[in-house]
C-alpha cells in the first residue's frame, strides 16, 4: 500500500510535466514553421494542385470549364507539336546541362589554382549569372540579329563564313544557338559551387595522392571528383529543373520557331495557354514534363542519401 500511494502521485506529475514540456516545445515549432508552410502551400501545393486538376478540363479562358478526363493528354500523344516540342526539351535540357557541368568544372579548375587577377577574373566570369536573364536573352538577340549583329558582322570580317548566317532563322541551327546562350548564361552558377566544393577538399590528400605517386588524372578522378559529387548531384538537379522550365531564352531569341524546330515544353504551355486561350490543354503541356523530372529528383536524392549513409 505505501509503494502504491508512493508511486500514485508521482505518475501523474511525471506525466504532466512531460505534457507540458512537449506542449511547450510543440508549440513554438508549430509557430516557427507555419510562415514556411503557409508559403509552401500558397505557392507551391495549391498551384500545383490546380495545374492537376486543371489538366483535366476543356478550361477556355474566360469560359467555364468542363471535365474531360485524360483527354487533354490523349489529345498531346497524337500532336506532332507535341512530340518535337518534347525532342527539342530533352535536347535543349541535356545538352545545356552537360555543357554547362563541363565548361563550369573546367573553368573552376583553372580558377582554384593560384594565379594573379583570380579574385577579378572570378568576379568577371560570374556577370552573365549576375544580370537577369531577360536582359542577356534582348543582348543575344542584338547579337544574333542576322543584318545587323556583331556576331555576323566579325565572322565576316575574320573570314570564317562567306554570307551571314541566321542564327534564329535556321531551323538545323537554332536550337542549337539558344543552347549556346544558356551555357553562356548559366555557366558562371556550376564554376562558383564547383569553386566551393572544391575549396572544402582537404590539402591532405592531394598530399597523399602525390606522395603515392599519382598522376593529375589519378587525382581527379579518385580525389576531386569524390570530393564534389554531392555538389555535382544538387548544382545538376537544379539547373536541370531550372533549363527545362525556362522559356525566357526560346521566347525571346526564336519564339520556337521557325518551324517550331526551337519550340520547346513551356514556350508550348505558354503559347497554347495564352494566345491559344485553351488553359487546360496547357496545363496538360506544362505537366507532360513532370514524371521525367520526377524521377531524376528521386534518382538524385537517392544517390545523395547513399553518399551520406557511406
Do not use: C
Amino acid at each position: 500500500m505505501a509503494d502504491v500511494a508512493a508511486s500514485g502521485p508521482r505518475g501523474p506529475g511525471k506525466t504532466g510535466s512531460l505534457k507540458r514540456w512537449l506542449g511547450r516545445d510543440y508549440a513554438l515549432a508549430y509557430l516557427l514553421i507555419a510562415p514556411s508552410v503557409l508559403v509552401l502551400l500558397g505557392l507551391i501545393a495549391y498551384p500545383f494542385a490546380r495545374a492537376l486538376f486543371l489538366a483535366l478540363q476543356n478550361q477556355p479562358i474566360g469560359g467555364e470549364g468542363r471535365f474531360v478526363g485524360f483527354q487533354n493528354y490523349s489529345t498531346l500523344l497524337n500532336d506532332p507539336i507535341w512530340w518535337l516540342s518534347f525532342r527539342n526539351t530533352l535536347v535543349y535540357a541535356v545538352f545545356g546541362v552537360g555543357l554547362k557541368t563541363f565548361v563550369g568544372l573546367a573553368f573552376a579548375l583553372i580558377l582554384h589554382q593560384k594565379m594573379k587577377g583570380r579574385t577579378w577574373l572570378r568576379a568577371l566570369l560570374f556577370v552573365p549569372w549576375s544580370v537577369p536573364i531577360v536582359v542577356d536573352a534582348f543582348v543575344w538577340r542584338w547579337i544574333y540579329n542576322d543584318l545587323n549583329g556583331i556576331l555576323n558582322f566579325v565572322l565576316y570580317q575574320l573570314g570564317a563564313i562567306k554570307e551571314y548566317v541566321l542564327w534564329t532563322g535556321d531551323p538545323k541551327i537554332v536550337l542549337w544557338a539558344i543552347i549556346a546562350v544558356v551555357v553562356w548564361q548559366g555557366t558562371p552558377f556550376y564554376m562558383m559551387n564547383f569553386l566551393a566544393g572544391l575549396q572544402s577538399i582537404p590539402d591532405e590528400l592531394y598530399e597523399a595522392a602525390d606522395i603515392d605517386g599519382a598522376s593529375a588524372l589519378q587525382r581527379f578522378r579518385h580525389v576531386t571528383l569524390p570530393g564534389l559529387q554531392s555538389v555535382l548531384i544538387v548544382v545538376t538537379l537544379l539547373s536541370t529543373i531550372w533549363t527545362s522550365n525556362e522559356l525566357q531564352f526560346v521566347y525571346i531569341l526564336s519564339s520556337g520557331g521557325p518551324a517550331h524546330m526551337s519550340e520547346i515544353l513551356p514556350t508550348l504551355a505558354f503559347f497554347t495557354s495564352i494566345p491559344g486561350r485553351e488553359l487546360g490543354l496547357g496545363a496538360a503541356v506544362a505537366l507532360s514534363f513532370f514524371p521525367l523530372l520526377a524521377s531524376l529528383i528521386v534518382i538524385g536524392g537517392r544517390f545523395l542519401l547513399r553518399g551520406v549513409e557511406e
